[in-house]
């Protein structure tokens, strides 16, 4: 795959990211939205490996910090990261790479995929915890009820969908690359 296609393709994740973050539904006494912008995340480090799952990230997150809305509710600047999502937002960063490494080294097979979206996810709401809990300054037991026990059956849907999604995906990917170095 050319560097132009992977470019390309890291740019339409981002966007994917973008899109994911304005399906937002809010949860009623927490800070924190039931969103599809991890999933996105989830697929573009799957499809596009540790390093182009990190690059869609990293654009999304640089659209968002320059003040774009493309964080949930159609928020952006800095101060989405200082605030209470904040952390859930650089968790990001960290579960793409490891997300994207661990699928690598399964081959894109499902049970494999599966782990490496959990894992993702650990440190997405590692990240996202701590942060949510500096900002509320609440307990742990308030602050894991507010951003962790509302949203485990939807993140688990959505790691199921991307792991699955993400073999047939990769598999486009890899055949338009070829024609595009057939041409």
């Known amino acids: 795959m050319s560097k132009l296609t992977y470019a390309v393709l890291s740019c339409l994740f981002a966007a994917l990211i973008t899109i994911g973050a304005f399906i937002a539904l809010p949860i009623p006494g927490s800070p924190v939205p039931i969103v599809l912008q991890n999933m996105f995340i989830m697929l573009a480090a799957l499809v596009l490996g540790p390093w182009g799952g990190l690059a869609a990230t990293i654009i ?104 699955l999604l993400a073999p047939r995906l990769a598999e486009t990917v890899n055949r338009l690359a070829g024609a595009e170095s057939d041409a």
């Open 60 to 163: 999304y997150l640089f659209f968002g910090i320059l003040g774009m809305p493309v964080f949930s509710g159609g928020s952006g600047g800095i101060a989405a990261l200082v605030g209470p999502t904040g952390g859930y937002l650089i968790g990001y960063l960290p579960a793409a790479v490891v997300i994207g490494a661990i699928s690598r080294k399964g081959d894109n097979k499902l049970w494999v995929n599966l782990a490496a979206c959990l894992a993702g996810e650990i440190l997405v709401y590692a990240c996202g915890l701590f942060r949510l809990k500096a900002v509320l300054g609440a307990t742990w037991t308030k602050t894991i009820a507010a951003g962790l026990l509302p949203f485990l059956i939807g993140d688990t849907l959505k790691l199921i969908a991307a792991s």
